[in-house]
């Protein structure tokens, strides 16, 4: 079967590999649409401490195509969303129950192969059946899964007004999440005209252009909108000079939520006597555990919509372009269909 394949840092080929045996517990997926995200980015840099040789490839929609011994809860021809984090269940943290820190942690498209390729592997159990969800919606269930994560982290006041900055597919997601969780306001803030318009359109009260690399100079429009500033703020764009502009723009006993994925050398400078004095709270959001249902369930009731994401379709061959896309501000959702066009 054919794969995305980086035996290191920044070079990939697209080469032939073997199907290996299934194991008790396992199936064999071919994947069907596979969403790209700025983490693909990251892991094409080397970030994020991939193992290789390295199939990325984590927002994963697939037909399971072949069942391993003992399999009974999904069946051959079954499409199904892959929740593409393993749990190793024996460390301290997982024995606590907090697998998010579980201290073996891998997941499909990092340490394990992941979906651009014609199949994969996964555990049964990580196979979410999509029942009648569209293609299209069901490759956002692995982002949506993670923003339900970051908006469980958040715990959103009821009424609270909510920044979000960044307007990509996980922007535009927890804009959706906010307007349904209590926020009274929504306000996103991004430099691309026409994806704040989809945004408007998916749930934004208000929208705000914005320089992302002089975010500064922009930032008292967006503030414009909350005087006395947010309750909630969540930062989508992993950009560090945002997320320190950020902090002024977050209301007094309110949340700083970083969400985008930095660089791991990135740093930003903070006043602890700001955090100190106004009761700031910062906190991070990383993946999500066993979030999958719930962003199905948001998906089949049209409270998350897909449309208007899905801008751009590779096929295997074209990963490098697709890679390429993510840079294209037209660019909102670009997904990978290893298997040939099925959308
Ligand atoms: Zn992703
Ligand atoms: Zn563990």
């Known amino acids: 079967m054919r794969a995305v394949s980086y035996p290191a840092p920044g070079q990939f080929t697209v080469a032939d590999l073997a199907d290996r045996p299934l194991a008790a517990a396992e199936v064999r997926i071919a994947n069907l649409v596979v969403g790209l995200c700025g983490t693909d980015l990251h892991l094409h840099q080397g970030?994020?401490?991939?193992?290789?040789?390295?199939?990325?490839?984590?927002?994963?929609?697939?037909r399971v195509v072949e069942t391993g011994p003992g399999v009974d809860t999904v069946a051959v021809g079954e499409v199904v969303a892959v929740d593409n984090v393993v749990y190793c269940r024996d460390c301290r943290r997982c024995k606590?129950?907090?697998?998010?820190?579980?201290e073996r942690r891998r997941s499909m498209g990092t340490k394990l192969p992941g979906g651009f390729a014609e199949h994969a592997v996964t555990l049964?159990?990580?196979?979410?059946?999509?029942?009648?969800?569209?293609?299209?919606?069901?490759?956002?269930?692995?982002?949506?899964?993670?923003?339900?994560?970051?908006?469980?982290?958040?715990?959103?006041?009821?009424?609270?007004?909510a920044l979000i900055t960044g307007a990509g597919p996980t922007g535009l997601i927890l804009a959706q999440l906010l307007r349904h969780s209590g926020a009274a306001k929504v306000v996103v803030a991004a430099p691309t005209r026409a994806k704040l318009d989809l945004a408007l359109r998916r749930g934004a009260d208000a929208v705000v252009q914005v320089d992302r690399?002089?975010?500064?100079?922009?930032?008292?429009?967006?503030?414009e909108h909350a005087p006395g500033g947010f309750?909630?703020?969540?930062?989508?764009?992993?950009?560090?000079?945002v997320i320190e502009g950020l902090v002024p723009l977050t209301a007094s006993g309110g949340t700083l939520m970083v969400y985008g994925m930095a660089g791991p050398d990135e740093r930003i400078s903070l006043s602890p006597f700001e955090i100190f004095r106004r009761q700031l709270t910062v906190v991070g959001s990383f993946a999500q555990t066993f979030d999958f249902a719930r962003a199905i369930d948001f998906l089949a009731t049209g409270k998350v919509t897909a449309e208007g994401m899905i801008t751009h379709r590779f096929g295997l061959d074209d990963y490098r372009r697709a890679l390429d896309t993510l840079a294209d501000p037209a660019c909102v959702k670009a997904v990978v269909e290893p298997n040939g066009p099925v959308l």
Do not use: M
């Open 47 to 62: 970030h994020n401490y991939p193992a290789y040789p390295l199939t990325p490839g984590h927002e994963i929609v697939a």
């Open 96 to 102: 606590k129950g907090e697998f998010n820190f579980c």
């Open 124 to 161: 049964a159990e990580k196979c979410y059946p999509i029942g009648d969800l569209p293609l299209e919606a069901a490759v956002l269930t692995e982002p949506t899964a993670c923003a339900l994560h970051g908006l469980q982290l958040l715990d959103v006041p009821v009424g609270a007004s």
């Open 213 to 223: 690399h002089d975010f500064a100079a922009t930032a008292p429009v967006v503030a």
């Open 231 to 241: 309750d909630v703020v969540v930062d989508a764009t992993g950009v560090p000079a």
